[in-house]
C-alpha cells in the first residue's frame, strides 16, 4: 500500500505564495504520475496539475502559469509552488499517484485558504 504524506497547507493572503509537497512511500520506477488535485466547499475534486514519469506537465487553465509542478526523484516527492493565490483558490489539496498498474493513491488532503 502506498502511502502519500502531505505538507505545506495553510493560510495566507491574496497574491502569496505556498509550496506543497508529497512524499510517496513508493520507488521512482513504479509511478506513471503524481500530481494535485483540490475540492473546495459545494465543489467537486478538479485536477490543478500532475507531472507523469516522462517529466511531461498538465495543468487546469486556471493556474497554469501561476502553479508550477516539480519533483525530487531521490525523495519520491513532487511539489507544487503556488504563486500569484487568488480567493478561489481556496480548497482542500490532495495529492494522487497513479503507479503502472493503474492503481491509484490519495493523500489525506491539506487545507489551503486565501484569504485576507
Known amino acids: 500500500q502506498v502511502q502519500l504524506v502531505e505538507s505545506g497547507g495553510g493560510l495566507v493572503q491574496p497574491g502569496g505564495s505556498l509550496r506543497l509537497s508529497c512524499a510517496a512511500s513508493?520507488?521512482?520506477?513504479?509511478?506513471?504520475?503524481m500530481g494535485w488535485y483540490r475540492q473546495a466547499p459545494g465543489k467537486q475534486r478538479e485536477l490543478v496539475a500532475i507531472i507523469m514519469s516522462s517529466g511531461t506537465t498538465s495543468y487546469s487553465d486556471s493556474v497554469k502559469a501561476r502553479f508550477p509542478i516539480s519533483r525530487d526523484n531521490a525523495k519520491n516527492t513532487v511539489y507544487v509552488q503556488m504563486n500569484s493565490l487568488k480567493p478561489e483558490d481556496t480548497a482542500v489539496y490532495y495529492c494522487y499517484l497513479q503507479d503502472r498498474r493503474g492503481a491509484g493513491y490519495w493523500g489525506q488532503g491539506t487545507q489551503v485558504t486565501v484569504s485576507s
Open positions: 513508493t520507488t521512482i520506477s513504479s509511478i506513471y504520475f
